[in-house]
């Protein structure tokens, strides 16, 4: 029932910009947490930009001050604006809800997730 899909990525050169939306359907808007993770294949995922349903953000160190994650209730969607972005930033990016409020150390481990989506591709050229 719960559904997720991400949409925004491509190609970008490096110190450019780009904006990643999640569409939410099935799911009661706020109700937990939801975040973005990264994957580069032959490494872990990686938690980047978390929100909870009280509406405090996490980011992983890397991304700080340059990835800003926002929702809009109205649409339902999930948004992460990446800006200066970096070769390192290349990956599959996915959106994930869960279930539950997370808190903040929580916020961005890839287990505390129940729902995700396929993932959108994010390629940053140097």
């Known amino acids: 029932q719960v559904q997720l899909v991400e949409s925004g990525g491509g190609s970008v050169e490096s110190g450019g910009s780009l904006t990643l939306s999640c569409e939410v359907s099935?799911?009661?808007?706020?109700?937990?947490?939801m975040a973005w993770f990264r994957q580069v294949p032959g490494k872990e995922r990686e938690g980047v930009a978390g929100i909870g349903g009280d509406g405090s953000t996490s980011y992983t160190e890397s991304v700080k001050g340059r990835f800003t994650v926002f929702q809009d209730n109205a649409k339902n969607a999930l948004y992460l604006r990446m800006t200066s972005l970096q070769p390192e930033d290349t990956a599959t990016y996915h959106c994930a809800a869960s279930a539950f409020k997370l808190g903040d150390t929580m916020r961005l481990k890839a287990y505390g997730y129940n729902y995700w989506g396929q993932g959108t591709q994010v390629t940053v050229s140097s």
């Open positions: 099935g799911y009661t808007w706020n109700s937990g947490s």
